[in-house]
């Protein structure tokens, strides 16, 4: 599958839970990989082989310009969950403003490729900020003159994400597992291996140019299932859990967010409140790939 105009590939994010799949992909597709690299975070990279780092970050047009010279593609992938105001990281600086930094610097050197992460829920009138700076960085996507491609995930599993991995944590120690509200709500997580897979055949795919493509898994579940699902894939009984009104946890958010360790911010309780869930056929029939079972998926990561 490799293409002989995608062999040296530009990502930022590399380091990231995802981006070290995605890594992983390209270089099994035998692409020559240079990563932008935040100074201290060099480490992260360790154990995914050949590949080359850039110290910068998407905020400096110079790094990004000297570090995608002579790259075929970039893959864009960087974002925050949660903003620290303190050293600028904020939506509207990392999601919007990094994003047409790198598009700028992707034109300047001639890229031919550029794949974009966002997020499922991204939209025209979004109620969180998160998906509203994300709508603003597709918009700049969708203006730009490089051949772009555009992936919106759910939930995304595997080894050491922050999702599962905290929910099967609290399983483990805690005698009742915390819900916030009825827990009724639908996601469809999905492998990062799929996603890396997407990200990487997409350079490859001239068909999937000015396309984007809600990523999700097979099944949509709610968040009390998902957490019996986790459960199961450890080996152990049905979770006791403790339900948390809305109406509570709301007023509680608004105050504790400032505090590093309180586990939510307003923003992303807006999201939490919403359905993840999309149409996921298209994505698996364009990229050629096999939907896993959520009870196979978490088995696998779990076991």
Not at 12 to 33: D, H, K, M, S, Y
Not at 229 to 253: F, Q, Y
């Amino acid at each position: 599958m490799q293409s002989p105009s995608m062999r040296r590939v530009f990502v930022t994010g590399g380091t990231g839970f995802v981006g070290r799949a995605v890594v992983q992909a390209l270089r099994a597709e035998g692409c020559a990989v240079r990563c932008l690299v935040r100074r201290g975070s060099e480490r992260d990279l360790r154990g995914l082989g050949a590949i080359e780092r850039i110290e910068g970050d998407v905020m400096s047009r110079q790094s990004l310009d000297q570090g995608m010279a002579g790259c075929d593609a970039v893959i864009h992938l960087v974002g925050i969950i949660r903003e620290h105001s303190s050293i600028g990281a904020t939506f509207e600086r990392v999601h919007t403003q990094g994003t047409i930094n790198v598009l700028e610097a992707a034109a300047a050197v001639g890229a031919r490729r550029y794949v974009h992460m966002s997020a499922l829920g991204t939209r025209a009138g979004a109620r969180s900020r998160y998906h509203q700076t994300k709508w603003a960085a597709e918009e700049a996507v969708r203006a730009s003159p490089v051949p772009w491609t555009i992936f919106r995930p759910s939930i995304i599993y595997g080894r050491g994400d922050g999702f599962v991995t905290l929910l099967a944590r609290m399983i483990q120690r805690l005698p009742v597992v915390p819900v916030i509200g009825a827990g009724r709500q639908r996601l469809q997580p999905l492998p990062v291996t799929h996603v890396a897979e997407g990200f990487v055949r997409a350079l490859m795919l001239d068909a999937t140019v000015k396309h984007t493509y809600d990523v999700g898994g097979p099944e949509p579940v709610t968040m009390v299932d998902l957490i019996d699902r986790v459960a199961a894939a450890m080996g152990r009984r049905r979770p006791l859990k403790v339900h948390a009104p809305l109406g509570l946890v709301r007023p509680l958010t608004a105050v504790l967010h400032r505090f590093p360790d309180y586990p939510l911010t307003p923003d992303q309780l807006l999201m939490l409140e919403e359905e993840s869930t999309c149409e996921p056929g298209p994505f698996y029939e364009t990229f050629g790939l096999v939907p896993i079972s959520l009870g196979a998926g978490l088995a696998a990561m779990l076991a």
